[in-house]
């Protein structure tokens, strides 16, 4: 029996020996591929930049032939800036319903968002403990006989 307790120990042993290396040798090939693309990502961004760059100096060269210099630099930036806001609204996630991204709190429905989770409606007024269902929001119920403030003194 001991024999075979041991014959167990060893395939289980082998086995799980196995198993790392094969997982070992497959977290090592997709890290080798992801290695990979986030280079050729950098690299695109790169020239991405350098692209963009060059082609702001072709518009602003282009404006300095029929205009003073400091003015097509000017205009050259202002079109990079307009581009950059549309590309950061473009990048933000869409509202449902057409909600704008600077709408005020409390002004927006049940369907807006924070972080992909729905948002309840900010009601006008703080709920009133103890206040009839009947009570419009807002209003103050009237103060108890008995303050709880003060001690009460029983007989």
């Not at 930049?49 to 702001?56: E, I, W």
């Not at 404006?63 to 202002?78: C, F, R």
């Not at 269902?133 to 007989?155: I, K, L, M, N, S």
């Amino acid at each position: 029996m001991d024999h075979l307790e041991h014959l167990d120990k060893h395939l289980v042993d082998e086995l799980a020996q196995v198993a790392r290396e094969t997982v070992r040798d497959e977290l090592r090939e997709q890290t080798r591929k992801q290695r990979r693309k986030a280079a050729l990502y950098a690299a695109s961004g790169a020239l991405a930049l350098y692209a963009g760059a060059a082609l702001a100096l072709a518009v602003g060269l282009a404006l300095a032939l029929g205009l003073p210099d400091w003015a097509a630099a000017l205009i050259t930036a202002v079109i990079l800036g307009v581009l950059a806001y549309v590309l950061r609204g473009m990048a933000r996630p869409s509202r449902p319903g057409g909600h704008a991204a600077g709408a005020a709190p409390g002004h927006g429905g049940a369907d807006r968002t924070a972080g992909g989770m729905p948002v309840p409606p900010v009601p006008p007024a703080p709920p009133v403990a103890g206040s009839p269902a009947g009570t419009a929001p807002g209003t103050v119920p009237p103060r108890p006989a008995d303050d709880p403030d003060v001690p009460h003194h029983r007989a």
